[in-house]
């Protein structure tokens, strides 16, 4: 056997959920190439597809999106948990993590239903801290609105219109599903076990949580606030450079070309603005973009260092008013439907997963009674 630090390289199952070609700047989702889908398709149109393996049509579809509507409200038992976290100032994504794990309250142990219940429900546990720790009371969900919409409803109380719904489902759209990343492994480690679904998915949301995951959108943004001015870029950038510092939103550990999340959530933002002259921190963005990937080449020439997947999350979540501690789980949202994905093809394999180790320890340790220890060195 041959130890490899993080697993990279080993294929750890075979799925039929998606496929991410680094070399060419590929994500195809359940069949589909990013761009063909994520633009066109509802949430709900997301969700069906990666759990049923088709689009459905329209009659499944209405009788798909109103029984996630039903799933909307929270337990009164969540409701209490969030009050509570609230008054400690807990972070957003440590509370829907926590809040997420009530949800076995009124969980069937069917996976159906606790599918449904999740993802129609973490939208109403963040907006509802999110509420909480602003000293504002929870606005409960709007049964006419679709999913992505009665996200931003809940946050502000105002009906998004109809540009910043279509800009919120295309996010979601995106990031529902990529591959063997870290937080789905974990959803599938969990389901292996035979454990339930909302178990698995406590579980990702922990993965998620670490910066090496789930924490770069956020500071991409306080990136482009520090530098601030379209003339501080390159000497900002160039200055981080020199400091061998990273620059947040550009490289990836698979893409070696542009991310095809980024087009796809360029192109958002474009729609996004299409009709609205308030485009002079996105028009500044995009110069910090171009300038960062002219220093790279220069830094650091063959590295193929491109725009990733955070640098446009971060300014479409912006435009859409959403604050940097939303970022994180807002994306939890989206990748819920794929852990979910995930984890009912783990259901469907039936096997554990159970890795070996290699040890590097001593074996010839002898018992010492305690009166005989020598004290340790402190």
Same mark, same amino acid.
Not at 90 to 103: E, F, H, N, P
């Given at each position: 056997?041959?130890?490899?630090?993080?697993?990279?390289?080993?294929?750890?199952?075979?799925?039929?959920? #998606?496929?991410?070609?680094?070399?060419?700047?590929? *994500?195809?989702?359940?069949? /589909?190439?990013?761009?063909?889908?994520?633009?066109?398709?509802?949430?709900?149109?997301?969700?069906?597809? &990666?759990?049923?393996?088709?689009?459905? #049509?329209?009659?499944?579809?209405?009788?798909?999106?109103?029984?996630?509507?039903?799933? @909307?409200?929270?337990?009164?038992?969540?409701?209490?948990?969030?009050?509570?976290?609230?008054?400690?100032?807990?972070?957003?994504?440590?509370? &829907?993590?926590?809040?997420?794990?009530?949800?076995?309250?009124?969980?069937?142990?069917?996976?159906?239903?606790? +599918?449904?219940?999740?993802?129609?429900?973490?939208?109403?546990?963040?907006?509802?801290?999110? =509420? *909480?720790?602003?000293?504002?009371?929870?606005?409960?969900?709007?049964?006419? %609105?679709?999913?992505?919409?009665?996200?931003?409803?809940?946050?502000?109380?105002?009906?998004?219109?109809?540009? $910043?719904?279509?800009?919120?489902?295309?996010?979601?759209?995106?990031?529902?599903?990529?591959?063997?990343? +870290?937080?789905?492994?974990?959803?599938?480690?969990?389901? #292996?076990? @035979?454990?339930?679904?909302?178990?698995?998915?406590?579980?990702?949301?922990?993965? %998620?949580?670490?910066?090496?995951?789930?924490?770069?959108?956020?500071?991409?943004? $306080?990136?482009?606030?520090?530098?601030?001015?379209?003339?501080?870029?390159?000497?900002?950038?160039?200055?981080? *450079?020199?400091?061998?510092?990273?620059?947040?939103?550009?490289?990836?550990?698979?893409?070696?070309? =542009?991310?095809?999340?980024?087009?796809?959530?360029?192109?958002?933002?474009?729609?996004?603005? +299409?009709?609205?002259?308030?485009?002079?921190?996105?028009?500044?963005?995009?110069?910090?973009?171009?300038?960062?990937?002219?220093? &790279?080449?220069?830094?650091?020439?063959?590295? =193929?260092?491109?725009?990733?997947?955070?640098? /446009?999350?971060?300014?479409?979540?912006? #435009? %859409?008013?959403?604050?940097?501690?939303?970022?994180?789980?807002?994306? +939890?949202?989206?990748?819920?439907?794929?852990?979910?994905?995930?984890?009912?093809?783990?259901?469907?394999?039936?096997?554990?997963?159970?890795?070996?180790?290699?040890?590097?320890?001593?074996?010839?340790? $002898?018992?010492?009674?305690?009166?005989?220890?020598?004290? *340790?060195?402190?």
């Amino acid at each position: 056997m041959t130890y490899i630090p993080g697993l990279k390289g080993v294929i750890a199952t075979e799925t039929h959920l #998606s496929s991410v070609d680094g070399e060419i700047g590929e *994500l195809i989702i359940a069949s /589909y190439p990013l761009e063909e889908i994520a633009p066109r398709a509802t949430f709900e149109e997301m969700a069906y597809l &990666l759990w049923h393996h088709s689009l459905p #049509s329209q009659s499944s579809l209405n009788a798909f999106t109103e029984s996630i509507q039903k799933h @909307r409200t929270l337990p009164n038992a969540t409701i209490v948990l969030l009050r509570e976290a609230a008054s400690q100032n807990v972070s957003v994504i440590d509370a &829907l993590r926590m809040a997420t794990a009530t949800l076995s309250l009124t969980s069937t142990n069917d996976d159906a239903s606790d +599918a449904q219940t999740l993802i129609a429900t973490l939208p109403t546990i963040v907006a509802t801290y999110w =509420r *909480l720790i602003n000293n504002q009371e929870p606005i409960a969900p709007n049964p006419n %609105l679709n999913h992505a919409a009665n996200y931003l409803y809940m946050l502000t109380g105002k009906n998004p219109n109809p540009a $910043q719904t279509r800009a919120i489902t295309t996010y979601l759209n995106t990031i529902t599903d990529h591959g063997m990343n +870290a937080s789905t492994f974990t959803a599938r480690v969990i389901t #292996s076990t @035979r454990s339930d679904l909302i178990s698995a998915i406590v579980g990702a949301i922990g993965a %998620l949580k670490g910066p090496l995951h789930g924490g770069a959108p956020g500071p991409v943004l $306080q990136m482009l606030q520090e530098i601030h001015s379209a003339e501080n870029a390159e000497p900002y950038m160039r200055a981080k *450079l020199e400091k061998g510092e990273r620059l947040m939103g550009f490289g990836h550990a698979i893409y070696k070309v =542009r991310d095809p999340r980024a087009d796809v959530l360029y192109d958002a933002l474009e729609s996004l603005f +299409a009709d609205n002259s308030d485009r002079d921190f996105y028009t500044f963005a995009q110069h910090v973009e171009k300038t960062a990937i002219t220093l &790279l080449e220069e830094f650091k020439p063959g590295r =193929r260092l491109q725009t990733n997947v955070e640098f /446009y999350t971060a300014l479409l979540l912006h #435009s %859409l008013g959403l604050h940097p501690d939303l970022f994180t789980p807002t994306f +939890a949202m989206g990748r819920a439907v794929g852990w979910i994905a995930h984890s009912l093809e783990q259901r469907a394999l039936d096997r554990i997963i159970r890795p070996e180790s290699v040890y590097t320890g001593h074996k010839n340790g $002898q018992w010492i009674p305690v009166e005989k220890r020598e004290p *340790l060195l402190t």
